[in-house]
Nanobody, 115 residues
Framework: QVQLVESGGGLVQPGGSLRLSCAASGSIFSINPMGWYRQAPGKQRELVAHITSGGNTKYVESVKGRFTISRDNAKNTVYLQMNSLKPEDTAVYYC?????????WGQGTQVTVSS
């Protein structure tokens, strides 16, 4: 079994920063693709950022230049550094890991950007 535990969410003002962390544990025996989705009220779930086992990254257009995804392979942990936050970034953020054709999800962490 695989478990993903997220942390780092919270309430910040526009222009502020947050760093989300997601630690994977369990039956993980190699480096796997990981990333972050988000779900805002009344909105479709969208892929925010993805990082491959080789460290290549991709982002949804709306966060390019503001968010950075990274990983620590020794810790099976993926991070999302979020800078210059906007109210439209408000959402529940879910991390994921892809293992042998299956996707495992974190519990979600709330990010609220408001003054």
């Amino acid at each position: 079994q695989v478990q993903l535990v997220e942390s780092g969410g919270g309430l910040v003002q526009p222009g502020g920063s947050l760093r989300l962390s997601c630690a994977a544990s369990g039956s993980i025996f190699s480096i796997n693709p990981m990333g972050w989705y988000r779900q805002a009220p009344g909105k479709q779930r969208e892929l925010v950022a993805h990082i491959t086992s080789g460290g290549n990254t991709k982002y949804v257009e709306s966060v390019k230049g503001r968010f950075t995804i990274s990983r620590d392979n020794a810790k099976n942990t993926v991070y999302l550094q979020m800078n210059s936050l906007k109210p439209e970034d408000t959402a529940v953020y879910y991390c994921y890991i892809n293992i042998v054709g299956s996707t495992y999800w974190g519990q979600g962490t709330q990010v609220t950007v408001s003054s």
